[in-house]
């Protein structure tokens, strides 16, 4: 079955720690995407990639880094800047080619950071 | 940055009553997608719209673009138990400096049995 994986489910951080949410997908798609989704919010876009070795910033990156070094994958480390990382972060994907925003966007489960 | 607003943000209904969920953008946009979050999940993909006033079905639900393309409408017709959810509208203004879509607030839908 083709899919997202996204893991851990529930990841817990301690003050002034760097984590790292893990992202993998096996559709062969370009596009990749990571979310935040606060309780009562609609998803707000931290960053994107649409190919190999390429990313750009979405509206929240501040406080955020991620890689593209294989197509398959697309981690987000959260790092110490990031000061209200208690969050639901989904990761998803899209075939890529084109214009992105045409494009329906395919997720995983989630993972949802806390703050100890 | 361009917002997507969408109302209401809850909803409790009957089973078997309707349902309609709002989704307005100030500015017009290229396309609008709608997502479905059932508690606990993960936004699944429902429907794109791109033409000015189109329509389009899928079994109970209607989905509307409307004429200027500054919003669109959800409506859910005699609601079940597993239309319980969240749904998103998600859309892009076509020559902003955003690339990528932006995703409404969502409409929490409770359907009481």
């Known amino acids: 079955d083709g899919g997202i994986t996204q893991s851990p489910k529930y990841l817990f951080r301690k003050e002034g720690q760097n984590v790292t949410l893990s992202c993998e997908q096996n559709?062969?798609?370009?596009?990749m995407y990571w979310y935040r989704q606060d309780p009562g919010q609609g998803l707000r876009l931290i960053y994107y990639?649409?190919?190999?070795?390429?990313?750009q910033k979405g509206d929240i990156a501040e406080g955020y880094s991620v890689s593209r070094e294989k197509k398959e994958s697309f981690p987000l480390t959260v790092t110490s800047a990031q000061k209200n990382p208690t969050a639901f972060y989904l990761c998803?994907?899209?075939?890529?080619?084109?214009?992105?925003?045409?494009?329906?966007?395919?997720f995983g489960d989630g993972t949802r950071l806390s703050i100890l | 940055g361009q917002q997507v607003m969408q109302i209401p943000q809850y909803q409790h209904v009957q089973e078997g009553e309707d349902f309609t969920t709002y989704c307005n953008s100030s500015?017009?946009?290229?396309?609008i997608q709608w997502y479905k979050q059932r508690p606990g999940g993960h936004p699944v993909f429902l429907i794109q719209?791109?033409?000015?006033?189109e329509v389009k079905k899928q079994k109970r639900l209607t989905f509307q673009f409307g004429e200027a393309k500054k919003n669109s409408s959800l409506h859910i017709t005699a609601t079940q138990t597993t239309d319980v959810g969240t749904y998103f509208c998600?859309?892009?203004?076509?020559?902003?400096?955003?690339?990528?879509?932006?995703f409404g607030s969502g409409t929490q839908l409770t359907v009481l049995p």
């Open positions: 719209l791109v033409k000015s006033g």
């Open positions: 500015t017009t946009l290229s396309n």
């Open positions: 990639s649409q190919i190999v070795n390429d990313f």
């Open positions: 998803a994907s899209s075939i890529g080619s084109g214009t992105l925003s045409n494009q329906p966007q395919h």
């Open positions: 559709l062969n798609h370009d596009a």
């Open positions: 998600a859309g892009r203004v076509p020559s902003g400096s955003a690339r990528q879509l932006t």
